[in-house]
Nanobody, 126 residues
Framework: QVQLVESGGGLVQAGGSQRLSCAASGPTFSSYVMGWFRQAPGGEREFVAATSWSLGITRYADSVKGRFTISRDNARNSVDLQMNSLKPEDTGDYYC???????????????????WGQGTQVTVSS
């Protein structure tokens, strides 16, 4: 099992920026598909972004495309989510997720991921 620990959440004004980080354990981190999901109060967990280093593929939800950037540092076993031009509807708990199983698929579905962090809360005030 891989342990994932998120950090960087908090309160931010609309239009502002915030950076989330996820630290991962595991000897083969570079092979994992890493993703970010979020869950608004009373809502379902939804896809935000994901990336595979081996495939060189990055995916974003339409709602965050052009505003959010996912990046990974295999040397540090970490994946970040840079969030710009934040909107109140971006409010929620943000979760880091890792997919260890094969095949390598940059999926937007929570069930395709094996490991999850505990989440970090992001609140965007209007």
């Amino acid at each position: 099992q891989v342990q994932l620990v998120e950090s960087g959440g908090g309160l931010v004004q609309a239009g502002g920026s915030q950076r989330l980080s996820c630290a991962a354990s595991g000897p083969t981190f570079s092979s994992y598909v890493m993703g970010w999901f979020r869950q608004a109060p009373g809502g379902e967990r939804e896809f935000v972004a994901a990336t595979s280093w081996s495939l060189g593929i990055t995916r974003y939800a339409d709602s965050v495309k052009g505003r959010f950037t996912i990046s990974r540092d295999n040397a540090r076993n970490s994946v970040d989510l840079q969030m710009n031009s934040l909107k109140p509807e971006d409010t929620g708990d943000y979760y880091c997720a890792g997919r260890r199983r094969g095949p390598v698929v940059v999926s937007s579905l929570p069930r395709e991921y094996d490991d999850w962090g505990q989440g970090t809360q992001v609140t965007v005030s209007s």
